[in-house]
């Protein structure tokens, strides 16, 4: 049995693509440009900040302007943290079946905890999560596996016994080499890198349903009485 499931933030608990795109066309309109619609910057959310300003404005980290244009994002975005961004349907069953069984849920992300936790309290999920860890948290985020050890640690869980669920690359290679167990959001963000096929996860599930259907089936959890 599971003593504990992790999950990323963007992409794969929340979605948060809609504040994020806001963000970077309230960018855009600052310089006179048109928006960029949703679908165009929807695969990059789960990298933030990088990935937003450079799909939004075809440019690399190493432009003279990125880093300044990062900090603009970012104080943008904390602003309007939470206008349209909300739990993935379904969501909601998975996160109460797991509080129904005792087993902890937490959040292990990226995005620095300063921007993490307001968005967890507007949603009023930050009470009921057992574990919220930043990408500034630990010296070092995901792949490295720090963050997610971090919250095992934190929590006095066993990685082995525990689940990761994020949508990115990374979020796999962080959890096998924390020793957990990983699957796929394939309802999240995804990229534009390698298909989640090749990323070596326990799973690809297409909705937070079928991770809950997945956990059954895996005798991870117990089923509804």
């Known amino acids: 049995m599971l003593e504990a499931v992790l999950f990323d933030l963007d992409g794969t608990l929340i979605d948060t693509a809609p504040d994020m795109a806001r963000t970077v066309n309230e960018m855009r309109r600052r310089r006179g440009l048109e928006a960029v619609p949703l679908e165009q910057v929807r695969p990059f959310v789960s990298h933030g900040a990088r990935g937003m300003i450079t799909s939004a404005f075809r440019i690399t980290t190493a432009d003279p302007q990125f880093q300044a244009m990062r900090e603009e994002f970012l104080q943008i975005y904390a602003d309007n943290i939470c206008v349209d961004s909300q739990l993935f349907p379904g969501m909601e069953t998975l996160l109460r079946h797991l509080e129904e069984r005792d087993v902890a849920w937490g959040v292990v992300t990226n995005k620095f905890e300063r921007l993490a936790r307001p968005l967890l309290d ?104």
Request: proline share 9%.
């Open 122 to 225: 507007a949603l009023q999920l930050s009470d009921r999560a057992s574990i919220i860890v930043g990408g500034d948290t630990c010296p070092r985020p995901k792949p490295y596996p720090d963050p997610l050890l971090h919250a095992a640690a934190e929590l006095s869980v066993v990685p082995a016994r525990t689940l990761y669920v994020g949508d990115d690359k990374r979020d796999v290679d962080a959890a096998r080499a924390a020793g957990m167990r990983v699957v796929v959001a394939g309802y999240g963000y995804l990229g534009d890198g390698d298909p989640p096929v090749l990323w070596g996860a326990d799973a690809i599930l297409d909705s937070p349903g079928a991770v809950l259907e997945w956990m059954v089936d895996q005798g991870l959890t117990q089923q509804a009485a």
